[in-house]
């Protein structure tokens, strides 16, 4: 079945050190991968998508069909970056995102 | 830039009563959503609606559950007899087009709402 794994609950930083976010996915063939974030309980603001390769807010996420990994990173973390973190997949055939439990960032000042 | 809207963000039922969740999507978008997340636990998918139809439900979307596009722009999720394991933040979500189209079709991914947050007493 399919499955979307954040092994870590909280994970804190000092601002200006690299971030990384893990995500690893079960799925066997081509996923759809996104990071959203959720700042302060509000709405979930999709932040990233592996389709579009693209780096929003300093945010990177290459996904690893080997290691079925899709792991996002920042270089140097800023305060403002502190919030929850899920990863989601959804692959053909289904409308449905299937979500990690999530990952809350702390950027410790 | 658009967003999804979700009323009222909180609502208090008693239990055994029925709720009625509104969302207006984004005004372009054909496919509608929701998403529920119990506190402490993962964003878990109820339901997906397309073209006047359920699309795709989860096993959760139960008979107590249902979804209904009034009118043009609103998307409602109603629960007929609510349990205390309902209380939980419900989202809605919108996309432009199918998620996974073909080859012609660019992915569109979900836009989400701030979300209800349902308390059953």
């Known amino acids: 079945a399919q499955r979307v794994t954040q092994p870590e609950k909280l994970l804190s930083v000092f601002k200006g050190a690299p971030v990384e976010l893990k995500c690893n996915y079960s799925?066997?063939?081509?996923?759809?991968l996104f990071w959203y974030v959720q700042y302060s309980r509000q709405r979930l603001q999709l932040l990233l998508r592996?389709?579009s390769r693209e780096s929003i807010k300093g945010f990177t996420a290459d996904l690893n069909k080997g290691e079925t990994s899709f792991h996002l990173k920042k270089p140097f973390a800023q305060e403002e970056d502190s919030a929850m973190y899920y990863c989601?997949?959804?692959?053909?055939?289904?409308?449905?995102?299937?979500f990690g439990t999530g990952t809350r960032l702390k950027v410790l000042a | 830039e658009p967003e999804v809207t979700q009323t009222p963000s909180h609502q208090v039922t008693q239990m055994g009563q029925e709720v009625i969740l509104r969302c207006v999507p984004i005004s372009n978008h054909l496919y509608f959503y929701w998403y529920r997340q119990i506190l402490g636990q993962k964003v878990e998918f109820l339901v997906s609606?397309?073209?006047?139809?359920?699309?795709?439900k989860s096993e959760i979307f139960d008979d107590q559950f249902s979804v209904e596009r009034p009118d043009g722009s609103n998307f409602t999720l109603k629960i007929r007899s609510t349990k205390l394991e309902d209380s939980a933040m419900y989202f809605c979500a919108s996309s432009e087009r199918r998620p996974f189209g073909q080859v012609l079709y660019p992915y569109q991914p979900q836009h989400f709402g701030d979300g209800t947050r349902l308390s059953i007493l």
């Open positions: 989601a997949l959804g692959w053909p055939g289904t409308y449905k995102y299937i």
């Open positions: 592996h389709i």
């Open positions: 799925y066997s063939g081509s996923p759809e």
């Open positions: 609606f397309y073209n006047n139809e359920i699309s795709e």
